[in-house]
Structures are given as C-alpha cells and as structure tokens.
C-alpha cells in the first residue's frame, strides 16, 4: 500500500484527502517511480472541480508531472531501469508515493536540479515546445506573444523563448509579475489590467505584429490576439474559456496567418512520445546549461496538497506550485 491523495466528489480543495491505496504495478512499456515531488497545474484544478474530462483509461488520481527515482520497469522497457533519476509525464496519479509513467514519456533530470525542480518541468516543457517549436514554429529572431507571464507555463515560455533568441511580449495581471517577467527575459511586459496589449504588442514590432502567440486566457482575447499577428503568424490557444465565437476570416485570409487549438493530457501515445523526444534534445541541454531554470513558487508536502490548489488557485503565484515527499531523492 501506498499514500496518495484522492477526492470522493467534485468541490474545493478541502475535498483532497490523503489516503491509502493499492501500489501500482508497471505494464508493459511502463515504468513504476518512487514519487520525490509532484507538479500542481491548472488542470488539477479543473479536475477537482468536476470541469476537465479525464481520459479513458488514466490511472486515478490527481497529478500529471513527477520526479523521482524508477522503482521498477515493465516488460519490453530497455530505456530505463530502476535506480535511474527521472522526472515524467504522467496521464494521472502523480500525487502519490509511487506513479506509473510511459517509458516514453519520461526524461532524466538535468544535471544539478533537485527533484523540486525537476518536477516542475515536465508539463511545462512539454506544453511549451509542442506548441512553440512544433506547432508555431518559433525561430531566433521572432517575436513571440505570451499570455500568463507569472504562471508556471508562462515563466517558462518567456525564457524559452529568449534562450533560442526569439523577443518575448508578455501579459500579467500585476505589477510584481511584470517585473518577474522582464527578469527571465521578457522585453516587454505588459500589464493586461491597465494597459491594452495589442497596443503594446505593435508598438514593439513597429507595426507588424507578431510571429506567434501562445495564448491560456481562450475565448475571451481571440479578436484581440488576431489583432496582434504579424504576416504568416500562428495563434496556438492551449487554455481559457471555451464558448462560440465570431471573427472575421479575413483577419487571417489577409495575414495567411492560423490558429491552433491544443491541449496536452488528451494527446496520443505517439504524440506525446515525439514531444518527450524533443525537449529531451532540444529543451534540456538547455535547462542543465542554465539558460532556462525552473521558477518554483511555493512547495507544500504531499499531505498539504489541499493548501497547494488554494494558492494557486488565488492567483498570487509566479512560476509552480509543487508537492514534496519529505526524505525522498
């Protein structure tokens, strides 16, 4: 048996509760790790409350990023064996001693990160290079819109983009966070409740625009967004609010610009592997050389995880909210 945190019914953070179940066992391609830290996320939250469809077939629990040690591997896994220091994405059940990971979907952790750190990246990583890289195809010498700049996909994004040597606009809700997002590298950051950031965005590109935007607010900004394109652009909306909408097509027609709709739990095996795949290449050399560090907010222990969604969920944070497993390495 194992501790974990589980919720018998939708509602507020007070309805986590710490509780004993079955110790998972890895199936075939699957890995079994010893749960060091555990990344809190927004879709954690949505799930709590009874607002996110969980896939078929997940394993229970909150929780879709760890790190920690392989305890044990599944038939056919040659990749990984226990022992091995890992940090993962995992479709469920990450707030636990002990997770079950895809052999595909884990990465080692970056050379002189703690497993806190680490456990903040998975999600992160993954969400930002699927989308920038893969999708929007941000170079060095763009210019990239990023809404969120205090979230922890936010924080991210913004030194991403700067390491590969794209310039960064960014929106935050305060003061504070704007300021934490000009120091990972933003060159401008705007702060979307006094001032207007489409302005803000053609000031800084003389007019033209933006080559992409990675967008968590949804409906609500998508006119304004397509108002900040550049020619060519790409708009990737990977959160917010959902609900018809209307625009008018030649606000793309005219830029041959596009829009991508994306979310990352609910993606394919494959999908999912070529994207673990690419920000083991291509994303962490960058994090083990210093380029892009994790910004970990607030860390409570697995017990607290009821205090953890509080906080995030008040808005105040800048970069994750992670849960720790006192004495674990």
Same mark, same amino acid.
């Given at each position: 048996?194992? %501790?974990?945190?589980?919720?018998?019914?939708?509602?507020?953070?007070?309805?986590?509760?710490?509780?004993?179940?079955?110790?998972?066992?890895?199936?075939?391609?699957?890995?079994?790790?010893? &749960?060091?830290?555990?990344?809190?996320?927004?879709?954690?939250?949505?799930?709590?409350?009874?607002?996110?469809?969980?896939?078929?077939?997940?394993?229970?629990?909150?929780?879709?990023?760890?790190?920690?040690?392989?305890t044990a591997v599944g038939p056919d896994v040659t990749t990984?064996?226990?022992?091995?220091?890992?940090?993962?994405?995992?479709?469920?059940?990450?707030?636990?001693?002990?997770?079950?990971?895809?052999?595909?979907?884990?990465?080692? &952790?970056?050379?002189?990160?703690?497993?806190?750190?680490?456990?903040?990246?998975?999600?992160?990583?993954?969400?930002?290079? %699927?989308?920038?890289?893969?999708?929007?195809?941000?170079?060095?010498?763009?210019?990239?819109?990023?809404?969120?700049?205090?979230?922890?996909?936010?924080?991210?994004?913004?030194?991403?983009?700067?390491?590969?040597?794209?310039?960064?606009?960014?929106?935050?809700?305060?003061?504070?966070?704007?300021?934490a997002a000009l120091a990972l590298g933003a060159v401008a950051?705007?702060?979307?409740?006094? /001032?207007?950031?489409?302005?803000? =965005?053609?000031?800084?590109?003389?007019?033209?625009?933006? /080559?992409?935007?990675?967008d968590i607010v949804g409906a609500t900004y998508l006119r304004?967004?397509?108002?900040?394109?550049?020619?060519?652009?790409?708009?990737?909306?990977?959160?917010?609010?959902?609900?018809?909408?209307?625009?008018?097509?030649?606000?793309?027609?005219?830029?041959? =610009?596009?829009?991508?709709?994306?979310?990352?739990?609910?993606?394919?095996?494959?999908?999912?592997?070529?994207?673990?795949?690419?920000?083991?290449?291509?994303?962490?050399?960058? &994090?083990?050389?210093?380029?892009?560090?994790?910004?970990?907010?607030?860390?409570?222990?697995?017990?607290?995880?009821?205090? =953890?969604?509080?906080?995030?969920?008040?808005?105040?944070?800048?970069?994750?909210?992670?849960?720790?497993?006192?004495?674990?390495?």
């Open positions: 048996m194992i %501790s974990a945190i589980r919720f018998n019914h939708p509602g507020g953070p007070a309805v986590l509760r710490l509780v004993r179940v079955e110790r998972p066992e890895p199936g075939p391609d699957e890995v079994r790790i010893g &749960v060091a830290a555990a990344g809190v996320n927004n879709a954690d939250l949505l799930e709590r409350r009874g607002q996110y469809p969980v896939p078929p077939g997940v394993p229970p629990g909150l929780g879709l990023e760890v790190a920690g040690t392989i990984w064996r226990p022992g091995d220091q890992v940090c993962a994405l995992v479709a469920g059940g990450g707030y636990a001693e002990e997770a079950i990971a895809p052999a595909a979907q884990v990465m080692p &952790v970056p050379e002189g990160l703690s497993m806190v750190e680490a456990a903040a990246l998975p999600e992160v990583a993954c969400t930002v290079y %699927s989308n920038l890289a893969m999708i929007a195809g941000l170079t060095g010498g763009q210019t990239v819109l990023i809404h969120g700049a205090g979230g922890g996909i936010g924080s991210f994004a913004i030194q991403w983009a700067t390491a590969i040597g794209a310039r960064v606009i960014t929106t935050a809700g305060s003061e504070a966070k704007t300021k950051a705007v702060n979307y409740r006094t /001032d207007d950031f489409v302005a803000a =965005a053609l000031d800084e590109t003389g007019g033209r625009g933006v /080559d992409a935007i990675l304004r967004n397509l108002e900040c394109l550049a020619p060519d652009g790409h708009l990737v909306v990977i959160g917010g609010s959902v609900g018809p909408v209307s625009f008018d097509l030649w606000e793309l027609l005219s830029r041959r =610009a596009s829009i991508s709709a994306t979310l990352l739990r609910g993606r394919p095996a494959g999908q999912k592997a070529a994207i673990v795949a690419g920000v083991t290449r291509d994303v962490l050399p960058l &994090v083990a050389a210093g380029k892009i560090r994790a910004v970990v907010d607030t860390v409570f222990p697995l017990a607290e995880a009821d205090r =953890a969604h509080e906080l995030l969920e008040s808005g105040q944070t800048v970069g994750k909210v992670v849960l720790s497993l006192p004495g674990r390495r």
